[in-house]
Nanobody, 121 residues
Framework: QVQLVDSGGGLVQAGGSLRLSCAAS????????MGWYRQAPGNQRELVAD???????NYVDSVKGRFTISRDNAKNMVYLQMNSLKPEDTAVYYC???????????????WGKGTLVTVSS
């Protein structure tokens, strides 16, 4: 199975920056879309940003202009640079990938365990 290790969360003041990282490992044949979701207390998990294999990004409106997603296909890693953070960005952030494992023809979704981002006002 594919394992995802997401990291980089922490406590930051409003206006500050954090960079999240996610490393995918295991018997990976290919990874298509990589992305980040977040879930705040009492809220549903929502897509923050994702990026296709060829580097085309997609962002939720609330983070456009502040967050930048990128990936390194050779290392099976995805990053989320978060600038101008706001208290409403506080959430657990989860890495997500769509991958095909060796010996399979099925594309499946995998999740990291999450990393907590707390933005103080």
């Amino acid at each position: 199975q594919v394992q995802l290790v997401d990291s980089g969360g922490g406590l930051v003041q409003a206006g500050g920056s954090l960079r999240l990282s996610c490393a995918a490992s295991g018997p990976i044949f290919s990874i298509t879309t990589m992305g980040w979701y977040r879930q705040a207390p009492g809220n549903q998990r929502e897509l923050v940003a994702d990026i296709t294999r060829d580097g085309s990004p997609n962002y939720v409106d609330s983070v456009k202009g502040r967050f930048t997603i990128s990936r390194d296909n050779a290392k099976n890693m995805v990053y989320l640079q978060m600038n101008s953070l706001k208290p409403e960005d506080t959430a657990v952030y989860y890495c997500n990938v769509l991958a095909v494992v060796l010996g399979s023809k099925i594309r499946q979704q995998y999740w990291g365990k999450g990393t907590l981002v707390t933005v103080s006002s």
